[in-house]
């Protein structure tokens, strides 16, 4: 992030305003992608009222249409939720990677799965965005994987 001379405010990160500390979930036991998505549609759930079904479907949904593993480790599996009033994430890092049919073939030790209102194109997109240009960066994703906690994770994002 380039930056902003001091009577600038600081842009808002779209990604921590939807990604508070308590939903950064660090070395989980998850196995397999369909684990992840149950993992989140059981937090999501407990959380935010969204039934686990909706979010599972959707994330399979779109996981149909192309693996969403950026590569390097990293996937943004995300959604559409008919009824969602605003977008919502989660992050998981894995304690042992994944498969997840990534481009590059590695598995995945990361991933934030995002899910957005049914009619919220251009917020999905930037929200997407934002995400890949985070991951894309070396020394942002070695930080990710190395952090101690959620507090320290959740900065790496900001």
């Known amino acids: 992030m380039q930056p902003f001379p001091s009577y600038c405010a600081r842009p ?22 369909k684990r992840l998505f149950e993992q989140a549609g059981l937090h999501f759930e407990n959380t935010k009222g969204i039934a686990r079904s909706a979010t599972f479907d959707a994330l399979i949904a779109r996981e149909r249409m192309g693996s969403t593993a950026l590569g390097q480790s990293v996937a943004i599996p995300h959604g559409r939720v008919a009824g969602l009033k605003t977008a919502v994430a989660c992050l998981f890092r894995m304690a042992q990677p994944i498969p997840f049919e990534a481009p590059d073939g590695k598995p995945v030790a990361l991933a934030v799965v995002l899910l957005v209102p049914e009619q919220a194109n251009e917020l999905h997109l930037r929200i997407l965005s934002e995400l890949a240009q985070r991951f894309s960066d070396r020394k942002i994703r070695e930080g990710l994987l190395a952090a101690t906690d959620s507090a320290a994770l959740h900065a790496l994002l900001d």
């Open 12 to 33: 808002m990160s779209l990604i921590t305003d939807i990604l508070p500390i308590s939903n950064i979930f660090l070395d989980q036991e998850i196995t397999s992608k």
